[in-house]
């Protein structure tokens, strides 16, 4: 039974797409109407680089840091509220569950669709952001506005930080913790601590 489109509730139709690194083509799920993409867990590194780390590294980052339900309401493959995530100024909805992506839209311009002629245009939303965040002026970052390259940035609930935000929001929440003799002040050390006491044993 294909899978139904988490936008327009219409069966989603299968296109093909020609991993990166080569080998044979994977099969993905697509919207006719909206363009949307459903790409399962096991299929994004080889897919879409740009996420790979999703289902293994950052699956909890995402859903202590995403927002339940804010872009579509149910993954289209097991029915859990997924997380949308914001990657590189485009929000990105993971299913916290199965570890799927749903993309809008002109937001997998990175795909290599087969059957699609060499000369197509491939931009959209998501792919002018990623060669935004790539270029040397890098990304900007939400603390104080300046551009960084993004591989000296981190991820924060605000956005990306460059390494001076960085470490002064490391500080400022140290600092706190100091002030109330607190073990641990700062949510996601309160919640990593949680998860290692009841559900990482």
């Known amino acids: 039974m294909p899978l139904a ?18 080998g ?7 919207c006719d109407r909206c363009a949307g993409l459903w790409i ?3 299929e994004i590194a080889a897919i ?5 780390d999703f289902p293994a590294q950052r699956r909890l980052e995402i859903t202590l840091l995403g927002k ?3 872009g579509i309401a149910r993954c289209p493959r097991c029915d859990q509220v997924p997380y949308e995530f914001v990657v590189i100024d485009i929000p990105v909805d993971f299913c916290g569950a199965c570890g799927g992506v749903w993309l809008d839209g002109g937001e997998y311009g990175e795909i290599p669709f087969e059957g699609r002629p060499a000369d197509a245009p491939r931009a959209g ?7 935004r965040a790539l270029s040397p002026g890098g990304v900007t970052c939400a ?17 990306l930080l460059c390494a001076t935000c960085h470490a002064g929001r490391l500080q400022r929440a140290a600092d706190r913790r100091a002030e109330r003799a607190e073990p641990s002040g700062d949510l996601a050390e309160a919640v990593m601590l949680f998860l290692r006491q009841h559900w990482l044993r």
């Not at 044979?24 to 697509?30: G, N």
């Open 5 to 22: 489109c988490p936008r327009c509730a219409v069966p989603l139709g299968a296109v093909r797409a020609s991993p990166h690194a080569g």
């Open 24 to 30: 044979a083509a994977v099969e993905l799920e697509h």
């Open 40 to 42: 399962d867990g096991p």
């Open 48 to 52: 879409c680089p740009t996420l790979a």
């Open 68 to 70: 339940p339900g804010g």
């Open 125 to 131: 939303p998501y792919r002018e952001s990623a060669a």
């Open 143 to 159: 603390g104080c506005g300046a551009r960084a390259p993004i591989r000296s940035t981190y991820m924060s609930e605000w956005g």
